[in-house]
């Protein structure tokens, strides 16, 4: 697809300037093509602006170089394209909340983002395709890598994910049939975990080329009306006005959660959303 093409040399240019600062003008005349289109294509591919991927890329490569480098604050600030700690200290704390000192004292990193790779595997990926070729089914440990391909992502939903623990409780859920995954071909583009026990949606990703077709609502019905049949549903996610989420917690609401009580989860501030119980019973009688 030439839109894949535009993308990744975008994406290509901007990880190549990571230690600059870097703007919507500078990419587009990098890749010879209309920033105005530009911007469009790349946030409805990617699912956030290019400003926001320079932003969380930059933020991300600074908290690696805080937990696995003895730079000072300053020269990460001035490498992550900030020009004064104080700037860079602001941003940083909006998004990790906690300030770059406090993350270097806690030695646990964490991604915002990480890059965003289209291999050629995506190239094949048909956009249009009717969902109703698709198919729900539990994930195999043949699944794995491809799950985790999905999980890098859409990784900006879920704060500090780790990846490590996130594959050894992936394998748990394979093993117990609480992971649930959608594929086209080999390319997971729905991946879900779920409690049977308490109802909750554990994990819930979507491909970023397929987010507009529903394949959240399908998932989401699917627990309804079978796996969490008569449970209170619940996901977490973040809270109002964290300016780390792009778009998330706005998603969910869409699919008819509702707030509930405010949670800290691995020292990040959090939301629990819950589907009201009138949603779940019009649901199972559809």
């Known amino acids: 697809m030439q839109k894949i093409k535009i993308i990744t040399l975008a994406i290509n240019f901007i990880e190549d300037h990571l230690t600059e600062k870097i703007d919507l003008d500078e990419v587009a005349q990098a890749v010879h ?43 990460i600030a001035l490498l992550a394209g900030y020009e004064s700690q104080q700037a860079f200290t602001n941003i940083f704390k909006a998004m990790y909340k906690k300030s770059p000192h406090q993350f270097r004292e806690s030695e646990e990193y964490y991604p915002l983002q ?32 491809s799950w985790m391909d999905l999980v890098r ?46 109802g909750s949606i554990d994990f819930l990703g979507v491909h970023p080329l397929y987010r507009k077709q529903g394949i959240a609502r399908e998932f989401l019905d699917k627990a ?43 020292g990040y501030p959090t939301q629990k959303m819950v589907l009201p119980k009138q949603l779940q019973e019009s649901a199972n009688d559809e």
């Open 33 to 75: 093509y209309s920033k105005y289109h530009l911007h469009r294509m790349f946030n409805n591919t990617v699912g956030i602006t290019i400003h926001h991927y320079v932003q969380r890329r930059q933020l991300t490569e600074a908290a690696k170089l805080l937990v696995f480098s003895n730079k000072s604050i300053l020269d």
């Open 114 to 145: 990480l890059e965003f790779v289209f291999d050629e595997k995506f190239g094949l990926l048909d956009e249009n395709k009717p969902a109703t070729t698709r198919e729900i089914t539990f994930a195999t440990e043949e699944d794995i890598s």
């Open 153 to 198: 992502l859409v990784i900006d939903g879920f704060p500090y994910l780790n990846e490590k623990e996130h594959t050894k409780v992936l394998k748990q859920n394979i093993a117990e049939r609480r992971a649930l995954i959608m594929k086209e071909g080999d390319i997971a583009i729905g991946i879900m975990m779920i409690c049977y026990t308490t």
């Open 224 to 266: 309804i009306s079978e796996l969490l049949k008569n449970k209170n549903i619940t996901i977490t996610t973040f809270r109002e006005g964290d300016k780390a989420d792009i778009g998330h917690r706005r998603a969910l609401k869409e699919l008819g959660f509702a707030e509930a009580e405010l949670l800290t989860e691995f």
